[in-house]
């Protein structure tokens, strides 16, 4: 899995610049996804695909969670009906899938990076153009230091995790 850095540029050339640099230091194209208002001419940068732009990995995010919490929500109640019927299988069952369900909620809360397209809305409405940069983990502090000492006018703007796979 990969960490999705986001950069935001004042303008297109900015971002061909950083396209550039980013690839001299490694970084394949194929990782690269440029998005911007309609009517900026992003010419030869790398496009987001539509479910980038559409923001996929939100609606995944939010559908796990929801998931988690109608389990949680389902095995609530099996306890309180096992209360009823004095089930201690049920009861012990029932707790255990509260505190899985629990403590990965948490985990999934507290561990995974959650910036999102939507934060960028306002900026991509005014002109600027957002890049996203999809990196392995063990580098991902060494490629935003390297992009805030080249390009100081890019916007350095948080992670999020990306599956390797789907187009996303």
Same mark, same amino acid.
């Given at each position: 899995?990969?960490r ?6 004042p303008?297109?050339?900015a971002?061909?610049a ?5 690839g001299?230091i490694?970084?394949?194209? *194929?990782?690269?996804?440029a998005?911007?208002?309609?009517? *900026?001419d ?8 539509e ?28 306890? *309180? *009906? ?9 009861? /012990?069952?029932?707790?255990?899938v509260?505190? /899985?369900?629990?403590?990965?909620g948490?985990l999934f ?11 960028f ?7 600027e ?13 060494? /490629?935003e230091?390297?992009?805030r000492?080249?390009?100081p006018?890019?916007?350095t ?12």
């Amino acid at each position: 899995m990969k960490r999705r850095l986001y950069f935001l540029f004042p303008d297109p050339a900015a971002t061909r610049a950083a396209v550039r640099d980013l690839g001299s230091i490694g970084v394949d194209r *194929i990782y690269m996804h440029a998005v911007a208002r309609d009517g *900026i001419d992003l010419g030869d940068l790398p496009p987001a695909t539509e479910r980038q732009r559409r923001d996929l990995l939100r609606r995944v995010e939010r559908t796990l969670w929801d998931g988690n919490l109608a389990v949680f929500g389902l095995a609530f109640a099996g306890l *309180i *009906i096992s209360l009823g019927y004095h089930n201690l299988a049920g009861m /012990v069952l029932s707790g255990a899938v509260m505190i /899985v369900t629990f403590v990965s909620g948490t985990l999934f809360a507290m561990r995974t990076p959650t910036t999102h397209l939507d934060e960028f809305r306002s900026a991509l409405h005014h002109g600027e153009v957002l890049l996203m940069v999809d990196v392995s983990r063990d580098c991902m502090e060494d /490629v935003e230091e390297y992009m805030r000492r080249l390009h100081p006018d890019a916007v350095t703007g948080g992670s999020a995790w990306t599956p390797d796979a789907f187009g996303v």
